[in-house]
């Protein structure tokens, strides 16, 4: 079973923070045999991702967002930790 929280902040009306948990649904248990190979699927960790964020309304029609993630245990493997940062922008015309 997997899960995410997540709170905004908005520091004026064009910016605003983001601090979101989540952790991924994962198999708990169970294996797969194919063609006489046996696989066990049990994972040795529990991934966690935590993200800050900040998204800044520049006008109307345009926006700019950055996000940093660390994440623990990444694809439910003990041990393997990751981190990247995201920009975005987005614009209509």
């Known amino acids: 079973m997997g899960f995410n ?3 905004r902040y908005r520091l004026n009306p064009d910016q605003q923070l983001l601090f979101s948990v989540s ?3 994962r198999i708990e248990r169970g294996g797969l ?3 006489g190979v046996i696989g066990d699927l ?3 960790g529990r991934q966690t991702d935590l ?3 900040f998204t800044h309304q520049l006008n109307q029609d345009s926006t700019l967002r ?3 993630t660390y994440t ?3 694809k439910h493997y003990q041990g393997l930790h990751d ?3 995201m920009l975005t922008y987005s614009g209509r015309f």
Do not use: E, K, N, Y
């Open 5 to 7: 929280i997540a709170t």
């Open 83 to 85: 981190s990247h940062v």
């Open 23 to 25: 952790q991924p649904m």
């Open 66 to 68: 950055t996000a940093f």
């Open 33 to 35: 045999v194919f063609d």
């Open 42 to 44: 049990v994972p040795t």
């Open 72 to 74: 623990t245990d990444r």
């Open 51 to 53: 993200t800050l964020g």
